[in-house]
């Protein structure tokens, strides 16, 4: 039987509700890490059950590096003014911004890489892998090239601050926690 000092620490870690904390330490028998494991899974069924929801308002986040020679935008949307107005939402928007101007992304998704170029980049993978057996150069070419796909996309990029989730992750779990679908609507970056 879970305590209430664990449903407290669990809700702080997590921002998910007291009653689906009680059910995830409840089927976790009472494993914190479990339980933890337990509330992302339910957070990402809940994520890809909003992401059908119209996002029409939003905010557009600014990123200026400290040294003052990369600058970031980011039109990240919500549902409702409220949560755009919401700070944690705003911070949302600030990290992304932060992220892209770190890690230079070039597409917002893995399948908005264009065919050029992975065409160019399949060049010099065939080179990587010339004298192998046929079956294992296209295993190892279509891993390449989901690999790139994922590198060169803002959101199945890890996330900088913290190398456990990637952008997707930490946009869906703050769909769990604000209620409402989020996404990225578009992102530019500057650079002298």
């Known amino acids: 039987m879970a305590t209430l000092e664990q449903i407290k620490n669990l809700r702080e870690r997590t921002g998910a509700g007291v009653v689906d904390v009680k ?10 890490a479990k339980a933890i494991d337990i509330l992302r899974l339910k957070g990402i069924a809940k994520a890809a059950k909003k992401s059908d929801r119209d996002a ?25 003014d409220f949560v755009a107005r919401n700070e944690e939402f705003q911070e949302l928007g600030r990290d992304i911004a932060m992220h892209v101007a770190a890690l230079n992304p070039k597409y917002l998704k893995p399948e908005d890489v264009t065919g050029e170029e ?3 980049e399949r060049v010099f993978w065939m080179e990587e892998v010339s004298g192998k057996p046929a079956d294992i150069i296209e295993k190892i070419l279509a891993g ?4 790139f796909r994922d590198d060169q996309a803002l ?16 946009i869906a779990e703050k769909i769990q926690k604000i ?13 002298l």
Not at 59 to 77: A, C, E, F, M, P
Not at 144 to 147: A, G, M, S, T, V
Not at 157 to 170: C, H, N, R, W
């Open 179 to 191: 209620g409402e679908n989020i996404q990225v609507g578009s992102f530019v970056r500057f650079e």
């Open 118 to 120: 992975i065409a160019r």
């Open 23 to 32: 059910k995830a330490l409840d089927e976790a028998g009472d494993d914190e």
């Open 155 to 170: 959101l199945t990029q890890t996330f900088i601050k913290d190398g456990e989730k990637t952008v997707e992750a930490l």
């Open 56 to 80: 029409k308002e939003g905010v557009v986040v600014s990123y200026i590096h400290s040294n003052g020679r990369v600058g970031v935008l980011v039109k990240l949307l919500c549902e409702t």
């Open 144 to 147: 390449k090239e989901k690999k």
